[in-house]
């Protein structure tokens, strides 16, 4: 069983960056975050292998940078230029599956992490 904590996150003016950190407390191979505003459904942001291969969703490409350092087991997301639509909690999750979908995400996310809150205010 591997047990995420993700930290890094808080309140920030439009336009602002942060970085939210994901420490693993053992291997996985697709990593990545997700991310959900109440009564909405929760949206995928942004997907890291094992071998460094990145994907991303629309609304966040080339503001955010996903990457990892295996020899820590830490996931990382950079968030520049962030919008009060970026608004949300931040969850961490890994599979220990290489599998992805269509889109980039991980498939089988067995692993999650508690979930940091990003605000952005305009």
């Known amino acids: 069983q591997v047990q995420l904590v993700e930290s890094g996150g808080g309140s920030v003016q439009a336009g602002g960056s942060l970085r939210l950190s994901c420490a693993a407390s053992g291997l996985t191979s697709c990593m990545g975050w997700l991310r959900q505003v109440p009564g909405k459904e929760r949206e995928w942001v942004a997907a890291c292998l094992s071998d460094g291969i990145t994907s991303y969703a629309d609304s966040v490409k080339g503001r955010f940078t996903i990457s990892r350092d295996n020899a820590k087991n830490t996931l990382y997301l950079q968030m520049n230029s962030l919008k009060p639509e970026d608004t949300a909690m931040y969850y961490c999750?890994?599979?220990?599956?290489?599998?992805?979908?269509?889109?980039?995400?991980?498939?089988?996310?067995?692993?999650w992490g508690q979930g940091t809150q990003v605000t952005v205010s305009s």
């Open positions: 999750a890994a599979s220990s599956s290489r599998a992805v979908y269509s889109d980039g995400s991980c498939y089988g996310m067995a692993y």
